[in-house]
């Protein structure tokens, strides 16, 4: 999704860049030279031109200045640093475009300015979901500082927008990793409460999110699972109690009170249906297993789910 609205965003600001400069040519002789060479794809010899437009009072008072100086440092980044994280270029592009926003009061530029600024919004949107894949338990504060900055940039390339669906997904991103790592390391339950933590910011930020009830749901039944297989002969009565209890807690209070909000927001997802007859089975609920059992049949005949092989 990051990609493709990054293909689109690009090719609309190169579109709107070259033919506004022919307006300022007069007024503006530096930065419309500067945009030229950026055209030509001379960049280092747009970023002298730009810098001797900085140094001009007429034209660095001049939003347009600021939003071609931008439009250089990211296609700079672009060419050259589209794979680097603390790329100085994106910073600098992103800089430039908050002071031309600043400055242009009568709005002139201040469409092509939000797109190229939204372009590097979704630069760091990509980023910090990379980001999510790759970290080591309590790792995840690079990840969250990158997504600040897209939500910081989004803020100003489309006011107003709502960014639920960017929130949930990142969040989810988050809960997934730590749900992996947790998956190498059982006996670390902190990593499995890390990762429903970050499903329940999902779930709070979008209420009809089924995927985050359904990985709560999983993870604390899950939690539960291998919880009981600690239990051996030898272990003392009391314990064996304790871990009884908690055990039913994650199924009965956590477990099946996600899976079910999950199911009331789609009654005919395979993974919910099952996912739900395997806790009722957990919870010795044979009617319910039942229920849930003849559900799965009704849904494989009507060709809505397909059970995974044995």
Not at 45 to 74: C, R, S
Request: aromatic share 10%.
């Amino acid at each position: 999704m990051g990609n493709s609205i990054i293909r689109v965003i690009s090719g609309i600001c190169l579109l709107l860049l070259f033919p506004v400069t022919t307006v300022f040519a007069q007024q503006l002789p530096l930065t419309n030279e500067a945009a030229k060479l950026c055209q030509e794809k001379q960049y280092d010899a747009a970023l002298q031109k730009i810098a001797e437009a900085k140094a001009d009072a007429t034209e660095n008072a001049n939003p347009y200045m600021w939003y071609v100086d931008g439009f250089i440092h990211k296609e700079i980044y672009k060419s050259r640093e589209m794979n680097l994280r603390n790329s100085r270029e994106r910073e600098l592009a992103a800089e430039s475009f908050l002071k031309s926003l600043n400055l242009d009061k009568q709005n002139q530029h201040s469409a092509m300015t939000k797109l190229s600024l939204k372009f590097i919004a979704s630069s760091y949107y990509n980023d910090a979901l990379l980001q999510t894949r790759e970290f080591s338990a309590g790792g995840e504060k690079e990840a969250e500082e990158t997504y600040a900055r897209f939500r910081k940039f989004m803020h100003y390339a489309e006011p107003g927008s709502s960014l639920k669906k960017f929130d949930t997904e990142f969040n989810k991103s988050v809960g997934q990793r730590y749900f992996l790592l947790w998956q190498a390391n059982v006996d670390n339950n902190k990593l499995a409460e890390k990762s429903i933590d970050y499903y329940s910011v999902a779930a709070r930020a979008d209420s009809t999110d089924i995927d985050a009830y359904y990985n709560i749901a999983v993870v604390n039944y899950n939690m539960a699972v291998f919880k009981y297989r600690v239990i051996g002969p030898d272990t003392d009565i009391f314990d064996l109690i304790v871990i009884q209890q908690e055990c039913a807690d994650l199924i009965k209070n956590k477990a099946l009170v996600n899976m079910e909000k999950a199911y009331n927001l789609n009654k005919e997802r395979g993974d919910v249906v099952r996912g739900l007859m395997f806790i009722h089975r957990a919870l010795e609920h044979e009617n319910d297993v039942e229920y849930f059992k003849s559900e799965i049949e009704r849904l494989v005949s009507e060709g809505k789910i397909i059970l995974p092989d044995k």
